[in-house]
């Protein structure tokens, strides 16, 4: 049981580039989100998902992407990457039912460096 | 959600009991009180959560105020390990499940 996994762990973008982070979870978690950290901050969430292909914003929306095909994997795209976007990258998942959706599972993190 | 306050840091020393505290004024009848804590780099970690009653786990017991105002989280024999930044988040337990994270305590465990 691996838990929470982000894919990469670390990557450097130039200006106007383009990728996608992807988070996968073997838990069967409905819930699953993405937030990002910039130094000295708390989270701040981007977008989440209830379920296999929903989506919606979070906090901070602009400039991302995400989509849920598969229930297990939530993906974050950057279609034209800003120095701005530099952060570490959280993914988290949950259950989603009210007795036992308490508690978000978060992955390791992505740090993304834009130059 | 309601806001919370907590102080920016505090300082413990090892072996000693832990209480970290945090202020949630405006919380409603239907908000639960949640902890996170974040060692250095890694995904924030759930710790316990608590809606009027006093909560213990394996990890830390939680101390909430009748009037529900203000919560103490306590982690009773403190380990350099613990060291880490400490986030109280009061939201409605259902829905999203969205979690709005402040700035937290950055708690140092000193040996």
């Known amino acids: 049981n691996a838990g929470v996994t982000q894919t990469p762990k670390f990557r450097v973008l130039k200006t106007g580039q383009s990728m996608t982070l992807l988070c996968a979870q073997d838990m069967n978690h409905e819930y699953m989100y993405w937030y990002r950290q910039d130094p000295g901050m708390g989270l701040r969430l981007i977008h989440y998902s209830v379920g296999e292909g929903t989506t919606a914003k979070g906090e901070v929306p602009d400039g991302y992407n995400v989509s849920r095909l598969k229930k297990q994997n939530f993906l974050l795209g950057l279609e034209s990457a800003a120095p701005s976007q530099t952060s570490v990258y959280f993914c988290?998942?949950?259950?989603?039912?009210?007795?036992?959706?308490?508690?978000?599972?978060f992955g390791p993190g992505t740090r993304l460096t834009v130059t | 959600d309601a806001k919370t306050t907590q102080p920016p840091s505090m300082d413990c020393a090892e072996g000693r009991a832990a209480n970290l505290p945090c202020n949630h004024s405006t919380i409603s009848g239907n908000e639960y009180v949640y902890w996170y804590r974040q060692i250095h780099s890694q995904g924030p970690q759930y710790i316990i959560h608590g809606l009027k009653n006093n909560e213990t786990n394996e990890m830390a017991s939680l101390i909430i105020t009748e009037d529900r105002k203000s919560s103490t989280l306590i982690l009773p024999h403190a380990t350099l390990r613990d060291t880490a930044v400490y986030y109280c988040i009061v939201r409605i337990r259902g829905g999203s499940e969205k979690l709005v994270f402040g700035k937290g305590t950055k708690l140092t465990v000193n040996p």
């Open positions: 988290a998942s949950s259950y989603g039912l009210a007795e036992f959706s308490y508690e978000q599972y």
